[in-house]
Structure formats: structure tokens, C-alpha cells
């Protein structure tokens, strides 16, 4: 029982950022604009979040250096995609490549550590709440399941639910939606097509920094190249796999959350008739389901009408 327990806390603690990720992609996506830049957005915000907690000493300057990195990133997919309505896809691939490269030449420019950033202290990182029944956490697998985490964690819990209310239930969502649908009628209408889709990128490059961010100050301690190793991609199956929906996308991110939480608890392992199960065929488990997933769901899944598409204001 208790390993079911354990499980189910690594699940919480690895979706964190896919979800995170994955509610900054609804908001880009819902807005008409393709967002293959979700992982790059999330490395620089990690490597931003790294250094400036690593001078700072504080976490919570370093989750703000973070948040401006990831939207610094979205303008710039923004201002490809949206003013110059540059190929959405290119621009998405191109900038994760660039952050990809950039990020450990300044690591290693400014630290001289191999390509990586010094490990934090205690004091530059978020850990785990101290609650008043903290002992009786530690000696309980169920209470530790759900209590036992860092303010990252239940920030995450709780943006699903806004950006739930945000989307069907605001004004800005409704306008969010129709310019996804079909932005010539929401222009039409008086709404700023481009204003919607600028406000949705600056919405979702912060999202994508508070994940990135994550990554460093409650995971590793440190920036590592290429340490988001394909979350963002998995983030974004997970979205379609959702249907462009909050919570579906969340059921999405658990589920390899999960998978990865298992793979890592496999390694080594001998199955019966089976016997050991080699580690690399385990480590890729949750790409081999994104696959799968997206195989058996993809033709299912409508996306927003005008995704993927310039907007060109009528004359």
C-alpha cells in the first residue's frame, strides 16, 4: 500500500510542470497560435530562475526572473507569429532550438560548470511546507501523499481551477475562444484579434515560467542542459489529447505523470517470467504513450477552427 501511496506522490510532483505547461498551451492555442515553443520557454525559464536564485538567495526572485523569461520568450513567438504572421510552426521549433543552444553557453560562460549552473542552497530553493502536524506527515504515506509538498505544487492545484473559470467563464475567455474560432467575426465584433493573442502568449509565457522555474527551485537545484527533455512536447500531447480542455489536458498530464513516476520505480526490477527489463526501453515509456495516445485520440480531437492560421484584418 504503501508503494501505491509513493507513486501517487511522484505523480503529483512530476505533473506539476506538464500541467503548468499544458495550461499555457491552452490559453496560445485557444487563441488561434500553435505553440510548439512550450519547451523552450520552459528551459529558459529555468536557466533564468537558476541564476538569479543563485545570486539572489531567494526563491521567489528567481521564480520572478523565471516568469519574465518565459514571457520574454512568448513575445518573441508572439511577435513572429502574430505581427508578422510568420509560420507558427517554425517559430516555435526555431526558438527551442535557440534557447536550447544559448542556455548552456551563457551556464558555462558565467560559471564555468560544464554547461550547467552552481547547485542552490536550502535557501534558494522552495521546499516542502511546514505544516503544524509535520511529524505525523512523515510516518503516513497517505497524509504525505497529498500534504507533504513544496507552495509550487498546490499553485498548480489551484490555477487549474482559475484558468477552468477563466476560460468558460470570463469575459477575456469568451473573447479568448471566439478569436480561435473565428477571428474575422470577433474583429467584427470589436474585439482586437491581435490584442487577444498578444494577452494569451503573455499569459502562457508566465505560466511556462512558473513550470521552468519549478524544474529548478523544487526539483534539481541546478540547470542542467536540456533538463526539460521534451516536457513541453509532452505537455502539448497532453492538450490535445484533452481536447483543448483544463481538465482533460490535466487527466492527460497525470497519466504520463504517472508513467514516469512508474518507469523510474522499474529500473532494476525483476518481473516475473520477465525478468529484468532493460532501462531504456523503461525511460521511454512515457513517449512511447504519448504515441499511443495521440494514435488513438488525434483523430478524435477538433482543435480550434482557426489555429494555425495568419490573421489578416479585413479591408
Avoid at 241 to 270: H, M, N, Y
Amino acid at each position: 500500500m504503501d508503494m501505491i501511496f509513493s507513486v501517487l506522490d511522484a505523480t503529483l510532483r512530476v505533473s506539476t510542470p506538464l500541467v503548468l505547461a499544458a495550461l499555457a498551451g491552452l490559453f496560445s492555442e485557444r487563441s488561434g497560435v500553435v505553440d510548439l515553443a512550450l519547451e523552450g520557454k520552459m528551459l529558459a525559464a529555468a536557466f533564468a530562475a537558476a541564476c538569479v536564485a543563485y545570486i539572489a538567495q531567494s526563491p521567489w526572485v528567481g521564480l520572478g526572473a523565471g516568469i519574465a523569461a518565459g514571457m520574454a520568450v512568448a513575445m518573441l513567438h508572439g511577435v513572429v507569429s502574430i505581427t508578422y504572421n510568420g509560420n507558427q510552426l517554425i517559430s516555435g521549433v526555431a526558438i527551442n532550438m535557440m534557447v536550447s543552444g544559448v542556455t548552456p553557453v551563457l551556464a558555462l560562460a558565467w560559471f564555468q560548470q560544464g554547461g550547467r549552473t552552481p547547485t542552490l542552497s536550502d535557501d534558494a530553493r522552495f521546499t516542502a511546507i511546514e505544516l503544524p502536524f509535520a511529524d505525523a506527515i512523515a510516518h503516513s504515506a497517505v497524509l504525505k501523499t497529498f500534504f507533504g509538498h513544496n507552495i509550487l505544487v498546490y499553485l498548480a492545484l489551484l490555477l487549474i481551477f482559475v484558468v477552468s473559470w477563466v476560460v468558460y467563464k470570463s469575459r477575456f475567455g469568451l473573447r479568448l475562444r471566439a478569436v480561435g474560432e473565428n477571428p474575422h467575426a470577433a474583429d467584427a465584433a470589436g474585439i482586437s484579434v491581435k490584442g487577444v493573442r498578444y494577452m494569451a502568449q503573455a499569459i502562457g509565457g508566465a505560466l511556462c515560467g512558473v513550470a521552468g522555474a519549478y524544474l529548478v527551485l523544487a526539483q534539481t537545484g541546478a540547470f542542467i542542459q536540456d533538463m526539460t527533455a521534451g516536457k513541453g512536447y509532452l505537455a502539448l500531447a497532453a492538450l490535445i489529447f484533452g481536447k483543448w480542455r483544463p481538465w482533460s489536458a490535466v487527466l492527460g498530464c497525470l497519466i504520463f505523470a504517472f508513467t514516469d513516476a512508474i518507469q523510474i520505480r522499474l529500473q532494476g526490477v525483476e518481473l516475473p517470467l520477465i525478468g529484468s527489463i532493460p532501462d531504456a526501453f523503461i525511460q521511454a515509456l512515457p513517449y512511447v504513450l504519448t504515441v499511443v495516445l495521440l494514435a488513438g485520440f488525434m483523430g478524435r480531437a477538433v482543435a480550434p477552427k482557426a489555429i494555425g492560421v495568419p490573421f489578416v484584418k479585413s479591408r
